[in-house]
């Protein structure tokens, strides 16, 4: 007598423990589905999230205008802000402010530096380019344009920024 006629059910169980024994011995990772759960009410802490700041928040701490010096924003953006600094109506130098939170690694290189702006690290980036660390995240920046804004003046220019206001920004 044949196994399948007296027991009909035999071949699938056979299956059932081989395809069993198969998935513990490759130890398949099923995924588990669980739901997200999301605390209602809850504040992120914008640095520990990565948030940028907005634009329109860091364009209040760009200098004030006066003494036929005009500020005009040329590019804003999430976490950016740059403007023209202009005498008259030429350009003498570029400012910006730039958040670093999503990215710090930018700021590494003030670790080294012996430079200091206003109270705080400084980069010479370049003949035409300074650049200050604010509370360790905002890079705040001066780049000259006409040929007699030198390095002590845009040591100045970052001065008239509102550094103080900045660094509480958090």
């Known amino acids: 007598m044949k196994i399948h006629q007296r027991h009909p059910g035999v071949y699938s169980r056979i299956f059932f423990i081989l395809l069993i024994g198969l998935l513990t ?28 700041m907005p634009a329109s928040t860091l364009q209040t701490f760009l200098p004030k205008e ?25 350009q003498i130098a570029t400012l910006s402010i730039r958040d670093t939170v999503n990215d710090p690694g930018a700021n590494a290189d003030f670790q080294s530096s012996s430079l200091s702006v206003a109270g ?4 010479e980036v370049d003949d035409q380019t300074t650049t200050i660390l604010v509370a360790n995240r905002y890079r705040v920046t001066v780049r000259s344009i006409a040929p007699d804004f030198t390095q002590d003046v845009r040591h100045y220019w970052l001065g008239e920024f509102d550094l103080a206001g900045l660094a509480a920004l958090q």
């Not at 997200?36 to 802490?45: C, L, N, S, T, W």
């Open 120 to 123: 705080y690290p400084a980069l």
């Open 66 to 90: 006066g003494s036929g010096f005009f500020i005009e924003i040329i590019q804003a953006g999430e976490g950016s802000v740059e403007a023209a600094l202009k005498l008259e109506t030429t």
């Open 25 to 52: 011995a490759c130890q398949l990772n099923l995924p588990q589905l669980q739901p997200e759960v999301k605390e209602v009410g809850a504040v992120a802490d914008p640095v520990a999230a990565g948030i940028l």
